[in-house]
């Protein structure tokens, strides 16, 4: 190992490397983490642990094969080291040499009490670990090399050889579409960057030849990773920008377009993220503030991005202002990180997160873990009970739901979603309309199914919010402002209590408002959120030619009075088969599917 050149490749790595620390959140989140790191106390709680562990457990002596918590994640965790990057920054800054300490003690522990075997495969020897825990030596050795001996530097290395050659041998094919396989070869990449005899050449043009199979299959072309999960693709994201920004500091060419890749996938993820700072806790992933983590990303970003996001191969639709966020997803099931989701609605209006997702709490097999991923724990809608995805583990389903297709129109004032889904029983149409200067979200969803049926809709509340039953609507209040729900007649509405996860190893009680309501071959039922109160009414609508009012399921008229304004609402579900199909509500002609009408303006869509 030619240690001069290696020193010589650490000096250029590290002089192009980003400031330890963002801002004074970040630095003393560094530091606390650190000093406990020096007691032996481990918590894993930054916001993209992946399985985070907010708990603090510490050791005597470390055993790397030991789950503090009885679950098994926290061995993952532990043996990925990200930590050490922690502890490299507060030396780099503070000059204290118990950090450095520390982090010695810690590695080449790891080193000598830890060598492979077989029986670790599923502890501290998995293959995702290896490849970030190669990840954090590489990252947090720029901030430290300088203190190194050349004994100590060529353990560590010897070790990474090690760790790479594993990755080689131990690499599956189904790992090219998996976060799996990027995060060992970003793990290999920088190693192998740094280190240019560290391995074989082959095994380098192979780790290379890999990471274009992967950036060729991962992402959808909106910029969305293929398994549907906002932490796992940031967790693919920084692994590609750890490679690119090592390959620009050490003058190595990328044969792919690696920044261009990045780009999309920053675009991606900037709608993954609230307008408070939060990742938006879709399918696997935790509730937490992201924003510090994204700022990093700066020379990624475009200027100026739009409000809506179209996300046609993914399925995600998206509004984002800086006060308002409606999603709805409707795509392919992606991996096991997937929940059982489809029409899924978050709901963010005027600060306040109103509507959102179930949360994971656990990978460990149980009736949690399978709640928790299953249809009644997001807002989507049921038919008789029958969920339209069934869970059948941690990982896998007995059979998943289609997605049938999605529209997105915008106009100055408002956005409409569309989106249809099916199982084989039944078929769910849900229209979103969002009034953009009130902060009024309808939701109207439509099924057809053959015979007597129920519909059941589940709405999730935000577990922050108190839901009161008022006159005429559902109160919601939260911490700064209040959200009002209103349900048309004809159906049984009620709360019910249900559990929730916002963050990795934390439970919680939340409230879900159930919508449920009989039909005969079609059903169709509406509600209304705002950020304001509202006087809801529904309207009497004529069809041309007949004296019987159309049934709602046909053509449904209501209006929307706040403070400021009035809106009527038009919606024919389906297309007119027996009389005329023209409309009527007092002097307005209606044919559209959806009409909304504001200050004698009238817009129609599809």
Same mark, same amino acid.
């Given at each position: 190992?030619?240690?001069?050149?290696?020193?010589?490749?650490?000096?250029?790595?590290?002089?192009?490397?980003?400031?330890?620390?963002?801002?004074?959140?970040?630095?003393?989140?560094?530091?606390?983490?650190?000093?406990?790191?020096?007691?032996?106390?481990?918590?894993?709680?930054?916001?993209?642990?992946?399985?985070?562990?907010?708990?603090?457990?510490?050791?005597?002596?470390?055993?790397?094969?030991?789950?503090?918590?009885?679950?098994?994640?926290?061995?993952?965790?532990?043996?990925?080291?990200?930590?050490?990057?922690?502890?490299?920054?507060?030396? @780099?800054?503070?000059?204290?040499?118990?950090?450095?300490?520390?982090?010695?003690?810690?590695?080449?522990?790891?080193?000598?009490?830890?060598?492979?075997?077989?029986?670790?495969?599923?502890?501290?020897?998995?293959?995702?670990?290896?490849?970030?825990?190669?990840?954090?030596?590489?990252?947090?050795?720029?901030?430290?090399?300088?203190?190194?001996?050349?004994?100590?530097?060529?353990?560590?290395?010897?070790?990474?050889?090690?760790?790479?050659?594993?990755?080689?041998?131990?690499?599956?094919?189904?790992?090219?579409?998996?976060?799996?396989?990027?995060?060992?070869?970003?793990?290999?990449?920088?190693?192998?960057?740094?280190?240019? /005899?560290?391995?074989?050449?082959?095994? #380098?043009?192979?780790?290379?030849?890999?990471?274009?199979?992967?950036?060729?299959?991962?992402?959808?072309?909106?910029? #969305?990773?293929?398994?549907?999960?906002?932490?796992?693709?940031?967790?693919?994201?920084?692994?590609?920008?750890?490679?690119? !920004?090592?390959?620009?500091?050490?003058?190595?060419?990328? &044969?792919?377009?690696?920044?261009?890749?990045?780009?999309?996938?920053?675009?991606?993820?900037?709608?993954?993220?609230?307008?408070?700072?939060?990742?938006?806790?879709?399918?696997?992933?935790?509730?937490?503030?992201?924003?510090?983590?994204? /700022?990093?990303?700066?020379?990624?970003?475009?200027?100026?991005?739009?409000?809506?996001?179209?996300?046609?191969?993914?399925?995600? +639709?998206?509004?984002?202002?800086?006060?308002?966020?409606?999603?709805?997803?409707?795509?392919?099931?992606?991996?096991?990180?997937?929940?059982? @989701?489809?029409?899924?609605?978050?709901?963010?209006?005027?600060?306040?997160?109103?509507?959102? /997702?179930?949360?994971?709490?656990?990978?460990?097999?149980?009736?949690?873990?399978?709640?928790?991923? &299953?249809?009644?724990?997001?807002?989507?809608?049921?038919?008789?009970?029958?969920?339209?995805?069934?869970?059948?583990?941690?990982?896998?389903?007995?059979?998943?739901?289609?997605?049938?297709?999605?529209? #997105?129109?915008?106009?100055?004032?408002?956005?409409?979603?569309?989106?249809?889904?099916?199982?084989?029983?039944?078929?769910?149409?849900?229209?979103?309309?969002?009034?953009?200067?009130?902060?009024?979200?309808?939701?109207?969803?439509?099924?057809?199914?053959?015979?007597?049926?129920?519909?059941? !809709?589940?709405?999730?509340?935000?577990?922050?919010?108190?839901?009161?039953?008022?006159?005429?609507?559902?109160?919601?209040?939260?911490?700064?402002?209040?959200?009002?729900?209103?349900?048309?007649?004809?159906?049984?509405?009620?709360?019910?209590? @249900?559990? +929730?996860?916002?963050?990795?190893?934390?439970?919680?009680? !939340?409230?879900?408002?159930?919508?449920?309501?009989?039909?005969?071959?079609?059903?169709?039922?509406?509600?209304?959120?705002?950020?304001?109160?509202?006087?809801?009414?529904?309207?009497?609508?004529?069809?041309?030619?007949?004296?019987?009012?159309?049934?709602?399921?046909?053509?449904?008229?209501?209006?929307?009075?706040?403070? &400021?304004?009035?809106?009527?609402?038009?919606?024919?579900?389906? /297309?007119?088969?027996?009389?005329?199909? #023209?409309?009527?509500?007092?002097?307005?002609?209606?044919?559209?599917?959806?009409?909304?009408?504001?200050?004698?303006?009238?817009?129609?869509?599809?």
């Amino acid at each position: 190992m030619d240690l001069t050149r290696l020193k010589a490749n650490l000096a250029k790595y590290s002089s192009k490397q980003q400031m330890p620390f963002l801002n004074e959140r970040e630095r003393k989140a560094t530091y606390l983490n650190s000093n406990l790191l020096c007691s032996n106390i481990f918590v894993f709680k930054k916001p993209l642990d992946m399985e985070a562990c907010y708990i603090p457990y510490s050791f005597q002596e470390i055993d790397w094969n030991r789950a503090m918590n009885a679950d098994e994640e926290w061995i993952f965790m532990l043996n990925r080291h990200e930590y050490l990057i922690d502890l490299s920054k507060v030396y @780099s800054h503070s000059k204290d040499e118990k950090y450095l300490a520390c982090w010695k003690r810690l590695v080449f522990d790891w080193i000598e009490r830890n060598p492979f075997s077989e029986e670790k495969l599923r502890t501290s020897w998995r293959t995702i670990d290896t490849g970030i825990r190669c990840s954090s030596w590489v990252k947090s050795l720029q901030h430290i090399y300088e203190e190194l001996r050349d004994d100590e530097l060529q353990t560590i290395f010897d070790s990474l050889k090690q760790q790479v050659l594993f990755l080689k041998n131990q690499y599956l094919d189904r790992y090219t579409l998996s976060n799996w396989g990027t995060l060992q070869i970003a793990g290999i990449l920088q190693a192998v960057m740094l280190c240019e /005899d560290l391995v074989p050449e082959e095994i #380098v043009k192979w780790a290379w030849a890999e990471l274009e199979r992967q950036c060729d299959i991962q992402f959808h072309g909106d910029g #969305v990773h293929w398994e549907q999960s906002p932490l796992y693709h940031f967790e693919v994201l920084f692994a590609l920008v750890a490679i690119y !920004r090592t390959a620009q500091a050490l003058g190595i060419p990328i &044969s792919l377009d690696l920044k261009g890749l990045i780009e999309h996938a920053v675009h991606g993820a900037y709608y993954m993220i609230y307008p408070n700072g939060y990742v938006v806790p879709q399918h696997d992933s935790d509730y937490v503030f992201v924003q510090d983590v994204f /700022d990093r990303l700066k020379e990624f970003q475009q200027p100026n991005l739009p409000e809506l996001f179209i996300g046609e191969d993914s399925g995600n +639709f998206i509004y984002k202002t800086e006060k308002d966020f409606v999603s709805v997803w409707n795509g392919r099931h992606g991996s096991g990180h997937a929940h059982a @989701s489809l029409g899924h609605l978050n709901l963010f209006l005027n600060g306040e997160r109103v509507l959102c /997702d179930s949360g994971r709490f656990t990978y460990q097999e149980g009736p949690v873990r399978n709640f928790l991923k &299953s249809a009644q724990s997001h807002s989507t809608v049921l038919v008789d009970e029958v969920p339209f995805m069934s869970v059948k583990d941690s990982w896998s389903y007995h059979y998943v739901g289609k997605a049938l297709g999605n529209r #997105v129109k915008e106009t100055a004032d408002l956005i409409v979603m569309e989106s249809t889904f099916s199982y084989t029983t039944y078929m769910v149409q849900r229209t979103v309309v969002f009034i953009k200067k009130e902060g009024i979200a309808i939701v109207i969803d439509h099924v057809d199914s053959e015979g007597s049926h129920t519909m059941k !809709r589940f709405f999730q509340v935000n577990p922050k919010m108190k839901v009161s039953k008022q006159e005429g609507c559902w109160e919601l209040t939260g911490k700064r402002n209040k959200a009002y729900t209103y349900f048309l007649e004809n159906a049984n509405t009620y709360c019910q209590d @249900s559990i +929730f996860s916002d963050i990795y190893n934390r439970l919680s009680n !939340r409230t879900t408002l159930i919508e449920e309501k009989n039909f005969e071959h079609r059903g169709i039922s509406t509600a209304i959120f705002s950020a304001n109160p509202l006087v809801v009414t529904k309207h009497r609508i004529e069809q041309c030619g007949s004296e019987e009012p159309p049934a709602d399921e046909q053509f449904l008229g209501l209006r929307l009075e706040s403070n &400021s304004a009035v809106y009527d609402v038009y919606f024919a579900a389906n /297309d007119t088969v027996k009389g005329e199909r #023209v409309y009527k509500h007092n002097d307005v002609h209606l044919y559209h599917k959806l009409t909304v009408s504001h200050n004698d303006r009238k817009v129609t869509f599809f």
